[in-house]
């Protein structure tokens, strides 16, 4: 798979700059400025692959409130977590990502929230009250946004405004976009030398469309924008909390033929003086429901539906999960 091939030959190489800042798009009034506002994501997505937007819809409150059950999620014993392990995208797993980049473990945890196949891997209302209610409004909020900006970028390349919602849609059992909540661990300051330690290994997303929330004061997200990652330059995401930072995956690259950019990104590891303390995040990635077909209309890459594009990249980036 050619995504993987570009994957493995990256490593963790390339030089940290400025000279190219992720693009920052206002959706406000995106009724009245649909045509200005289809034209600032389509030129961020073919040409840096990133960009953040403002004025979302996302309330605060709630961005506030998924990342306080995040934490407790999280704070809970790893036992008690291991009851609900990672299986076909949904459940928790720790240090069992290894990215084709490095080959070594993502030094994080994650809980995976795929609705249709998370029987038995919610916490019970007893050990986390709350949980699954603020995590599954927070899920519709993010489908929904994620949806406003793919109709945007639909027509741009060539489809009609509603074809991405329509292959993402929620409401069978093919459905598999994904709520992942990320802790990525506090590194203690002996480790910051040990070339094995990464935080988060460069990598594509293997979605269509990724929806990233950072908290303020816990940088590390670097972005390799445009094509020339053969010479990495990484470009580092400000991690603001009233942005949501967005992303073209590997599906929307390929359903595109290559017109939009799924760009490499990594989390590096603190530098010295840094703060080295956990780093929270939450992505909501829009997936294409399993019996979606992805296709390319020059024929770079072979036809395929999302369910199993989806599951050959999980296995080349998961070990020991279900």
């Not at 093919?174 to 590194?187: G, K, M, S, V």
């Not at 395929?304 to 990249?313: K, S």
Request: net charge negative.
């Amino acid at each position: 798979m050619l995504e993987l091939e570009r994957e493995s030959q990256l490593g963790m190489a390339g030089l940290e700059t400025n000279e190219q800042p992720i693009p920052v798009i206002d959706l406000a009034n995106l009724d009245v400025r649909r045509a200005e506002i289809a034209a600032q994501l389509l030129d961020a997505a073919v040409h840096v692959g990133f960009f953040q937007v403002a004025n979302h819809g996302v309330p605060p409150g709630m961005v506030r409130e998924a990342f306080a059950m995040a934490e407790r999620f999280f704070a809970l014993p790893e036992a008690t977590k291991a009851q609900w392990p990672l299986c076909r995208n949904a459940g928790w797993e720790s240090l069992a990502q290894v990215r084709p980049s490095t080959g070594v473990p993502d030094q994080k945890e994650s809980y995976q929230i795929t609705r249709p196949r998370m029987a038995g891997l919610y916490p019970a209302e007893e050990q986390l009250p709350g949980f699954r209610a603020t995590m599954l409004d927070f899920e519709a909020l993010n489908w929904s946004l994620g949806m406003r900006i793919l109709s945007c970028l639909a027509e741009g390349i060539g489809f009609d405004r509603d074809f991405f919602t329509r292959v993402h849609d929620p409401a069978g059992d093919t459905y598999q976009c994904t709520l992942r909540l990320l802790h990525y661990y506090a590194i203690a300051p002996e480790l910051l030398e040990k070339l094995e330690v990464v935080r988060g290994g460069a990598h594509t997303d293997f979605n269509c469309l990724t929806l990233l929330y950072q908290r303020t004061g816990q940088p590390g997200l670097q972005v390799c924008p445009g094509r020339a990652f053969d010479a990495p330059r990484w470009t580092p995401v400000d991690p603001r909390e009233d942005l949501v930072t967005c992303n073209i995956g590997d599906m929307l690259m390929r359903w595109s033929d290559n017109q939009l950019l799924s760009t490499f990104h990594r989390v590096r590891k603190p530098l010295a003086g840094e703060y080295l303390g956990p780093r929270y995040s939450m992505a909501f990635f829009c997936q294409a429901n399993t019996d979606a077909l992805i296709t390319s209309l020059s024929g770079k890459y072979p036809a395929m539906t999302a369910g199993d594009y989806l599951a050959e990249r999980m296995r080349a980036n998961y070990q020991n999960t279900r």
